[in-house]
Antibody, heavy 119, light 108 residues
């Protein structure tokens, strides 16, 4: 069974940093690209970042570019999101989402981890 | 960036009724459009990909159609578990992947 389990969320002050993790199991992690998608409280879904299976291709949404860094450790079946210079508007549930055979087709999602940016 | 709009924002229906949800793209996305279902407190679930293909395990009452800029998700006969929010999403022109704002299907 495919499982994606996020962790690392919490309360942080504006300007602070946080590192999210996503532990993958039940599939061959190193052949799939993966993404972070977020959802602000009561709002819709927003794609945040993409990383290819090898980690060599990376993209970000304009709203986080220059502040967030996506990475992966295929040996540990893990995905990460380093979030710096956090803003109040970054408050959201952050999901990791696996791409199916093609980029941008999110066939499996984690349960999400809540990041709250507030003073 | 491709903008997706969904209508209506809310659809109030009774179990057993037919639901028709619309998604329109600001420019052609060919058939690279997906639909997701999200229930309160849960992660989204992939329902339909490439406009008309049901994802694994999705019941036949869910169907998708359309191409270019206009797409439709149809639920032929609503079951109690189908009351949820539905999002469309494009992967034709990226980055970024973009989602529509969602349609909430609630119980009348």
């Amino acid at each position: 069974e495919v499982q994606l389990v996020e962790s690392g969320g919490g309360l942080v002050q504006p300007g602070g940093s946080l590192r999210l993790s996503c532990a993958a199991s039940g599939f061959t992690f190193n052949i799939y690209s993966v993404n972070w998608v977020r959802q602000a409280p009561g709002k819709g879904l927003e794609w945040v970042s993409y990383i290819s299976s090898s980690g060599t291709t990376i993209y970000y949404a304009g709203s986080v570019k220059g502040r967030f860094t996506i990475s992966r450790d295929n040996a540990k079946n893990s995905l990460f999101l380093q979030m710096n210079s956090l803003r109040v508007e970054d408050t959201a549930v952050y999901y990791c989402a696996r791409d199916e055979a093609v980029a941008g087709l999110f066939d499996n999602w984690g349960q999400g981890t809540l990041v709250t940016v507030s003073s | 960036e491709i903008v997706l709009t969904q209508s209506p924002a809310t659809l109030s229906l009774s179990p057993g009724e037919r639901a028709t949800l619309s998604c329109r793209a600001s420019q052609s996305v060919s058939s690279y459009l997906a639909w997701y279902q999200q229930k309160p407190g849960q992660a989204p679930r992939l329902l339909i990909y490439d406009a008309s293909n049901r994802a694994t395990g999705i019941p036949a009452r869910f169907s998708g159609s359309g191409s270019g800029t206009d797409f439709t998700l149809t639920i032929s006969s609503l079951e109690p578990e189908d009351f949820a929010v539905y999002y469309c999403q494009q992967r034709s022109h990226w980055p970024p992947f973009t989602f529509g704002p969602g349609t909430k299907v609630d119980i009348k």
